[in-house]
């Protein structure tokens, strides 16, 4: 029986848009993309709390019969999975998280906030807004991106996870992000592997945001790699793994690019 990977994608998304991550992944492991809470056409609350998105996300587990599970979080989906780890450990074996913000300083967060005004996204050229008409319906895609700017606005006054929760989490973790994301600079994914006392850290050239550059076929090896070691009780912290000496990040090669994977060092 393959094992369950729940992957859990980011701020305004689907689990459709997870597709790149979920198809090839399928291959090895029973993959489920769920519509977190108020997302996907789903109905749309005025506003949720991260522990919200958790509870549902139980729920939803619950109603498929899912027992502990891995998950793949994409940018708010791997925090969200972090929160899982740490107020529901029974139900997860291991978590992959690709691009995992957990600093909201106020610069930070007034980015987010930016990128999500419905104004901003509705602009002449911006791709986005058809995308998220696609995914939520028409009348619901304003409502998502008004609920993603008030999120990060309360993780701003406080943050779901503090550094004594990162801390506490004991489950096994693989961090992935790009060296230049714009929404997660390399410091801070360093500073949370730190933080994890299970963790590694893998970085690749370049952005993990949006999705479409980062290099699926050597992050999904990464993947299949660090769950196949916690399947068989061979996970450790740290270490120095070789993802691949030839990433393609945005359709370009990177030829004699040799990229790592460890437990960052001060």
Excluded: C
């Amino acid at each position: 029986m393959k094992p369950v990977l729940v992957i859990l994608h980011g701020v305004s998304g689907s689990g459709g848009e997870m597709a790149p991550l979920g198809n090839p992944l399928s291959a090895w492991f029973d993959v489920r993309t769920p519509d977190l809470l108020g997302h996907g056409g789903r109905p749309v609350p005025n506003g949720y709390t991260l522990a919200e998105m958790a509870d549902d996300l139980v729920g939803w587990m619950d109603g498929q019969g899912i027992g502990p599970a891995y998950f793949l979080g994409y940018s708010l989906g791997g925090y969200l999975a972090l929160h899982l780890a740490r107020h529901h450990p029974e139900r997860v074996r291991g978590i992959a998280g690709i691009v995992v913000k957990h600093v909201f300083d106020e610069v930070s967060v007034a980015h987010i906030t930016y990128l999500a005004d419905p104004e901003r996204l509705a602009r002449p050229g911006n791709s986005r807004k058809d995308e998220l008409i696609a995914v939520h319906g028409e009348e619901n895609w304003v409502k998502v991106t008004n609920n993603t700017a008030r999120l990060f606005q309360k993780f701003g006054e406080k943050a779901p996870l503090s550094e004594e929760d990162l801390r506490a989490i004991e489950t096994p973790v693989l961090l992935l992000s790009g060296d230049r994301d714009p929404l997660v600079p390399e410091a801070d994914s360093r500073r949370l592997a730190e933080l994890l006392p299970n963790a590694r850290l893998g970085l690749f050239p370049g952005a993990a945001h949006p999705l479409r550059v980062v290099p699926i076929l050597d992050v999904m090896r990464a993947i299949k790699t660090f769950i196949d070691e916690v399947e068989g009780n061979r996970f450790a912290p740290g270490g120095m793994v070789n993802l691949s000496p030839r990433l393609v990040t945005g359709g370009i090669a990177h030829a004699d690019v040799k990229v790592t994977i460890g437990r960052a060092k001060d």
